[in-house]
């Protein structure tokens, strides 16, 4: 029986300026437009696409909203057990509840309820629990600040009402926090420096300082000063022969974002991976996973741009310390390895969904740093694992030098041939860009002349001898400097290239017979005309497939 006489009763509301109350408007506002834009749009197979999906935003309005809306509490705590509308008309009794815990989920709080045997085996299960036997409370629909003292809330009424089971769980959670203390203290012991970390940090941040410096942009690098640097490109590793490029790349970010990101992901997985493997094992798995996520770039990402960033390194650490916390699930205490687990495994999951859904993000770096690392972690023997013996270790060590070696040397030797040639195509680009403003010049300067040879202010004696002494010299010139700026044939850009230079060399010699003919008035000559009449076509077909170029670029409505 629950003593009522001292009845302790908190009640908790759902409130719009919840996280959960913040999307429901923002669904709310965007179905509101997108039913405006569809009664005003002009388009009806448009309109009915907008109709619907304002229709389904309405929808999910309504079904977040409802909370919001109805009277009943979105968490009632009392004597007689835990109420919550997430709970879908379960109504758990103290004496149903084995353990209550506190989870939390990149930023977003649950109450945990463990259920009791006899109420676990009469639960069904549903996407509310966790595994079996646990009931799964979001307090996404109060407030932040409250959140706080809801979780005390329910502890609170725990302790009071949860009789023997409550004492037997706080009992159990003092012996967890007695176990993570003394295992990370142990791990301190074994690994009083975690300078392995340190160093990959510093190098990081030094190398990306040093490019600042140099004069590189803080926040939007150029592609081409980052392949100067070495960032990692598939024609520069395996047609230069240029492997050092590998690991170059991933001390190499694009801009203060990218690298703040990388650090505080090696920092948050680092700091524990490090005091589990020891600084020389810790370094074995950073380098492993970051070269063997560059090599697989090469098939990907590095095929059509220059790729860098730590990002491989840090998945592989990652994955390394998920590894590492099943593999050891014996010996490491549960609060830790199940905090870890939850914590590092959902933001790995979000981490790689994005990479796929999202352009500009090498995925395959990622994927391939996360199988280096993790292999790494089953394979090395730990500190904590004291029964091998030192044979076994230096074993270990062997094989995880060896290993990845390999499967780089793999990646490296059945790289597809490479579709863009970064570093012809960015000698290509600098150059054009020295040659351009005479360019610019010699084409203001011909039209302004065959404008006015047009409206009949330059004579066609007049016109010719411009062409002659002023505008064929300057496009000859620039012919000169764009004959040694090339890219190989089969690269993507190659036919830009090739009609850059093409349409010049036409225009020259389109010209040296404008003067020819002028030159020598009276004579025609058949075949120089038909030559002529051929090159104008081919320069029109060179000015559309650049119009088709500059179209494509444009985002599409």
């Known amino acids: 029986m629950v003593d009522l006489t ?4 908190r009640e908790f509301h759902a409130s719009w300026r919840s996280s959960i109350g913040r999307v ?68 758990p009794s103290w004496s149903d509840i084995a353990d209550v815990r506190e989870e939390s989920v990149q930023g977003h709080t649950n109450i945990v309820l463990s259920l009791a045997p006899a109420a676990a085996a009469s639960m069904k299960r549903s996407w509310l629990a966790g595994k079996k036997g646990e009931l799964r409370i979001p307090l996404g629909t109060i407030r932040k600040k409250d959140h706080a003292d809801a979780v005390q809330a329910v502890f609170e009424a725990f302790h009071r009402y949860g009789g023997n089971q409550a004492m037997k769980a706080a009992e159990a959670r003092v012996e967890e926090l007695r176990a993570a203390t003394a295992f990370e203290a142990r791990l301190q012991e074994m690994t009083p420096v975690t300078w392995a970390l340190y160093l990959m940090v510093a190098l990081n941040v030094g190398v990306w300082l040093a490019n600042v410096l140099s004069g590189i942009s803080a926040f939007r690098p150029d592609s081409a000063e980052l392949l100067r640097w070495g960032a990692n490109s598939a024609a520069s590793v395996v047609e230069d ?22 650090m505080l992901g090696l920092w948050e997985a680092g700091k524990q991976l490090n005091r589990l493997y020891g600084n020389f094992q810790f370094l074995m798995i950073y380098f492993a996973s970051a070269l063997v996520g560059s090599g697989l770039s090469l098939h990907f990402s590095a095929q059509q741009s220059v790729s860098v960033g730590a990002s491989g390194a840090v ?12 593999r050891h699930r014996g010996s490491i205490p549960g609060m830790m390895s199940k905090n870890v687990m939850t914590s590092q495994g959902v933001f790995l999951v979000y981490a790689l969904g994005q990479g796929f859904a999202k352009e500009g993000i090498d995925n395959a770096a990622h994927v391939g740093g996360l199988l280096a690392g993790s292999l790494l972690a089953w394979l090395l023997v730990g500190k904590m694992d004291e029964t091998q013996g030192a044979r076994r270790r230096q074993v270990t060590v062997m094989a995880g ?12 030797l059945t790289t597809p041939q490479p579709r863009v040639h970064h570093r012809q195509l960015f000698e290509f680009q600098a150059g054009l860009a020295r040659v351009l403003p005479d360019l610019q010049a010699a084409e203001k300067a011909l039209q302004a002349d065959g404008k006015a040879a047009s409206t009949g202010k330059l004579t066609t004696a007049q016109f010719a001898q411009a062409i002659e002494t002023r505008h064929l010299p300057a496009y000859q010139k620039v ?7 090339n890219v190989p044939p089969n690269d993507r850009a190659a036919p830009l290239v090739q009609d850059i230079k093409r349409g010049n060399s036409l ?51």
């Open 315 to 326: 998945f592989g650490v990652l994955g390394a310390l998920l590894t590492a916390m099943y």
């Open 241 to 262: 022969r240029q492997y050092w490029r590998l690991l170059t790349a991933t001390f190499l970010h694009a801009g203060v974002l990218h690298i703040a990101l990388n």
């Open 479 to 485: 012919e000169r400097a764009l004959a040694p700026l």
């Open 6 to 9: 001292d009845a302790y009763l």
């Open 401 to 412: 030098l060896l290993l990845p070696a390999a499967a780089v040397a793999g990646l490296v």
């Open 24 to 91: 429901t408007l923002f669904i709310l506002v965007m179905a509101l437009l997108l039913l405006v834009f569809a009664l005003l749009g002009s388009n009806r197979s448009l309109s009915w696409m907008l109709l619907a999906g304002a229709a389904f935003m309405f929808w999910m309005t309504w079904l977040l909203a409802r909370q919001m809306l109805g009277k009943q509490p979105a968490l009632r705590v009392g004597p007689r057990g835990i109420r919550a509308y997430a709970l879908k008309g379960r109504k």
């Open 507 to 557: 225009l020259v010699a389109m010209m040296q017979i404008e003067v020819t003919r002028a030159n020598n008035p009276g004579q025609s000559d058949p075949m120089l005309e038909a030559r002529l009449k051929a090159m104008g076509e081919e320069l029109k077909l060179i000015k559309a497939r650049s119009s088709e170029r500059e179209q494509a670029k444009k985002p599409r409505k």
